[in-house]
């Protein structure tokens, strides 16, 4: 799965430049930059949940206790958007405040970005893309299809636990 191509289809890099006031060019650079570091931090916290379907539902718990899909929908919608529920998230997947500082500026350095644009990105992305893994997941329980695609999408093993479910 191509997050950022899911991000530019469903208007996700629109909604962060507007809500931030920073060019869509210069968000979707940031964007591209900081999807990797994300993810890490979310295959970090499926593992420290105990890795395999039960650290994917850990992960989930977490999105949809300060959240659910409605965090996408939040960052997509058209008024100014306090970025608390990112900074939440991002507590929970990389710490306190100065850990995340340092990602943003660790980030804007790989990518020759702007440090204070990646750290006014950066909440917003997390609620978009646990808002989008939230909408999906829930969707896919819906249905009875599984949530392998998430397990890949976070290159987690099946060794933790059964696929059933996960």
Do not use: F, K
């Not at 191509?5 to 208007?11: D, P, Q, T, Y």
């Not at 629109?14 to 940031?30: E, F, L, N, T, W």
């Not at 949940?49 to 939040?74: K, T």
């Not at 990518?111 to 978009?128: E, F, R, T, Y």
């Amino acid at each position: 799965m191509d997050l950022l191509a899911v991000l530019r289809r469903s208007g996700g890099i629109d909604a962060v430049a507007r809500q931030i006031g920073v060019p869509p060019p210069q968000v979707a650079a940031g964007i591209d930059t900081l999807l990797p570091a994300l993810l890490a931090s979310l295959r970090s916290y499926a593992q420290q949940q105990g890795g395999g379907h039960v650290g994917i539902a850990g992960l989930l718990a977490m999105v949809n206790a300060l959240g659910n899909g409605q965090l996408a929908a939040d960052v997509m919608g058209p008024g100014p958007l306090a970025a608390d529920a990112g900074d939440a998230l991002l507590g929970q997947l990389v710490g306190l405040p100065e850990a995340r500082r340092r990602l943003a500026s660790d980030v804007a350095a790989i990518g020759g970005q702007d440090s204070a644009a990646i750290g006014h990105i950066l909440p917003l992305l997390a609620m978009l893309v646990c808002g989008y893994i939230s909408a999906r997941a829930e969707a896919d329980a819906a249905q009875g299809d599984s949530l392998a695609w998430l397990r890949d999408l976070l290159m987690l093993d099946d060794s933790q636990g059964p696929r059933s479910g996960g």
